[in-house]
């Protein structure tokens, strides 16, 4: 069972930045996906950004959002610039390890941000 554990979030003001990190409890190698997801109050989860073999951005935060790795921490980062508003939600780290043929879905706790207007 692998943990996922985030930290960064917190309270900020739109243009404002922030950067979130989750790192994991085993290894992480090239192969695994690492990514971000988000929700906001009475919303579905979406996708916020991925890091595999490509990068994938929402349209919503492209340009504005970075997902970066170092797997010899076992670590992700979202760096989030330019806030806006409706940036808002729980941001959850997501890893898809794959190990034995499949991939191994795994989510962290999450972490609030608020961007205040």
């Known amino acids: 069972q692998v943990e996922l554990v985030e930290s960064g979030g917190g309270l900020v003001q739109t243009g404002g930045s922030l950067r979130l990190s989750c790192a994991a409890s085993e290894t992480i190698s090239s192969v695994d996906v690492m990514g971000w997801y988000r929700q906001a109050p009475g919303k579905e989860r979406e996708l916020v950004a991925t890091s595999g073999s490509v990068t994938n951005y929402a349209d919503s935060v492209k340009g504005r959002f970075t997902i970066s790795r170092d797997n010899s921490k076992n670590t992700v980062y979202l760096q989030m610039n330019s806030l806006k508003p409706e940036d808002t939600a729980v941001y959850y780290c997501?890893?898809?390890?794959?190990?034995?043929?499949?991939?191994?879905?795994?989510w962290g706790q999450g972490t609030q941000v608020t961007v205040s207007s």
């Open positions: 997501n890893l898809q390890k794959l190990f034995l043929g499949r991939t191994w879905p795994y």
